[in-house]
């Protein structure tokens, strides 16, 4: 089976086809593969004249044409499609009942579709785009199957749903009223009282939801999914905006329908937090924005080290040329040069408006490092980072930044002008006509053009197909690419980076720890992370530094150490356990008083390397 898609966002139909038509070889044949849909003027490619010789997606500079080639087995698994040249999505997650079901897989490749249709806001077509498609035949379709019982309770509405979006930002607009009126006017299970203290909800009840920020707009909308009487409860991204400790205490939360019988289907990016969830995990592969593909459920260790290895056992398929393995801290620490860069003395910083004090015990960082920071919002890391960054000044302490030998020489310059640095900052705002490489060479220089730069940080993001993009277009993964890489493009010392896995994929996460590792040891630089994924820190950290504290009135950062030493406080702040899984090395929370989380608390252990 062959599908053509056609971005229409990246589109310039009229210029764009006219290339083409010169030439593809169909058209010179003598078949016209092009059609022009009025009014829109969006050109329409039949897929049944298409050869597959891969002259097209070369042709089109705007990297809005995609062709692919699929087995011939999946062409009894066409799912639905949007539009003749649109996304397709083969197969359904297979849900089992009474269960938490997981999915994980890349940005763009049907995770939030399948949870619209199993909620019944799309009705899948099977790729038939002359019907309007209807439940009827949806039952008849998945007939004989695990999902033929499931559709025919939707058709007799035996089954209730309730699907929290993965989108939250736009609450603010329709919904009027405070925390506790919204919840208040959902709540048919009278959990009031639970839900409030199940999410700490407590400080916000009584504020109003234009005021609210987006950690605590995604706590609402949990809240109000969770309070309704419903037999399956769909979760797209809860953890989204969260701090680690939120992200952890929503997750019990979720976990908690599933004591009372409920069905539980959850999209989650931070793997620590999906295997925490999960009792099976479907894998999604596939090309983004193009096409989706659906594995199997497996048990959520197997279901996660499959996405991880990139490899599925049961149709012998790798959907990616390698594995992810994380490895050791321990490992990690013996490859840091002892040259320092950068060192700090107790520091403090006193916000009078606020009432917000931080103090930070003293530190330093050397060559090849990257220290991680952990801790919950509104605690200071990013006040913490401002002030390394030399854009906010200490109330006391200073920050000394050290002259490298292989700096060029300056009689001229203080140790303060001296030390380059590099930072990303926690909202980023990249809005305008510029286009990415436009914006990409600009912020990096030349460096963004060589082969070397291209194919070691910019093709892992697949940012070539942004190129002839407009920032002002990007999404917000999209941006936060854009971001990193063009941090990573500037000549500098010490790289600051605050959350910059916010809005990306696990797999996009891995990679943007792994470019960023392997950007530090090549320049001999340092680099702070702040960051609440957990699987993200371990992958990407040499040491830790912990703050804790009240949000919003006065935090506290420990000096940097070791990773273990770092995690074993702030998870034990938090009283939940890790472990470390054989194969792929990823950090698994360990299921709360099970067997090895009581032992592990026993001896003091949360964090384990082995």
């Known amino acids: 089976m062959r599908i053509v898609v056609l971005d229409t966002d990246k589109c310039k139909p009229k210029r764009c ?31 049944q004249f298409c050869t597959g010789c891969g002259i097209c997606p070369k042709a089109c500079r705007f990297h809005a044409l995609s062709i692919i080639n699929t087995p011939e087995r999946l062409d009894k698994d066409l799912t639905h499609r949007f539009g003749r040249n649109g996304f397709t999505l083969f ?24 949870l619209k249709i199993l909620s019944g806001d799309i009705i899948p077509n099977f790729g038939v785009h002359e019907e309007k498609p209807t439940w009827e035949r949806v039952h008849e379709y998945y007939k004989g199957t695990e999902l033929q019982n499931y559709f025919q309770k939707m058709i007799e509405n035996k089954i209730k749903c309730v699907r929290k979006p993965q989108y939250i930002d736009t609450i603010a607009k329709h919904v009027k009223g405070t ?18 203290e199940d999410l700490a909800l407590q ?9 609210l920020s987006g950690g605590e707009l995604q706590k609402l909308a949990v809240a109000v999914a969770m309070v309704r009487d419903m037999d399956i409860y769909l979760f797209d991204e809860p953890s989204s905006f969260l701090d680690i400790n939120e992200r952890l205490r929503v997750g019990v939360a979720i976990r908690s329908l599933n004591d009372h019988g409920k069905t539980v289907v959850i999209v989650e990016h931070d ?54 393995i994380i490895q050791k801290s321990s490992v990690r620490e013996k490859s840091i040069v002892s040259d320092e860069i950068l060192s700090y003395q107790d520091l403090s910083k006193i916000f009078k408006q606020s009432n917000f004090s931080l103090d930070v015990r003293k530190g330093m960082i050397h060559q090849n490092e990257i220290i991680g920071i952990l801790g919950p919002n509104g605690i200071g890391k990013t006040t913490f980072i401002k002030m390394l960054a030399g854009l906010e000044s200490p109330t006391s302490g200073t920050v000394d930044r050290v002259i490298l030998d292989n700096q060029p020489d300056n009689e001229n310059a203080n140790s303060t002008d001296v030390l380059r640095v590099a930072y990303k900052p926690q909202y980023i705002s990249l809005n305008g006509d510029q286009t990415v490489e436009a914006f990409l060479l600009e912020t990096g220089g030349a460096i ?15 940012l070539t197909e942004l190129f002839d993009q407009s ?3 990007l999404s917000g993964g999209e941006l936060q690419k854009v971001a990193i890489v063009s941090t990573l493009a500037k000549d500098a010392d010490l790289y600051l980076f605050d959350e910059p896995s916010a809005f990306l994929s696990i797999e996009d996460r891995l990679t943007a720890a792994k470019i960023i590792r392997r950007l530090i040891k090549s320049r001999k630089a340092a680099s702070f992370i702040v960051e609440h994924d957990i699987v993200f820190q371990d992958y990407a950290s040499d ?68």
């Open 17 to 47: 086809v006219k290339e083409c038509r010169g030439s593809c070889p169909v058209v010179r044949s003598g078949t016209e593969m092009f059609e022009f849909e009025t009014p829109v003027s969006q050109p329409i490619i039949y897929e």
């Open 91 to 114: 197969r359904l997650p297979v849900i089992k009942p009474k269960k938490v079901n997981g999915l994980v897989g890349q940005n763009g490749v049907g995770k939030s579709t399948a």
């Open 179 to 196: 925390v506790k009126d919204v919840i208040t006017r959902f709540d048919e299970r009278n959990v009031l009282d639970e839900i409030q």
């Open 203 to 211: 400080e916000i009840w009584n504020r109003n939801i234009k005021l």
């Open 271 to 324: 793997l620590a937090v999906l295997d925490y969830l999960s009792d099976y995990v479907t894998t999604f592969y596939g090309t983004p924005s193009s096409y989706g593909i659906i594995s199997q459920p497996y048990t959520e260790k197997e279901g996660i080290n499959v996405f991880l290895d990139g490899f599925i056992p049961s149709e012998n398929m790798r959907f990616r040329d390698y594995s992810i």
């Open 448 to 462: 963004v053009a060589t082969s070397q730069f291209q194919s070691e940080f910019i093709r892992p993001f697949q």
């Open 471 to 473: 920032l002002k277009y």
């Open 543 to 610: 040491r830790i530094i912990v703050f804790l504290g009240q949000s919003g009135v006065y935090g506290k950062a420990y000096s940097p150490s070791p990773v273990r030493t770092g995690m074993n406080r702030f998870l034990g702040n938090l009283k939940i356990t890790f472990r470390r899984d054989p194969k792929s090395g990823r950090p698994r929370v360990n299921k709360t008083d099970s067997k090895l989380d009581r032992l592990q608390k026993n001896q003091g252990e949360y964090y384990y390397e082995k």
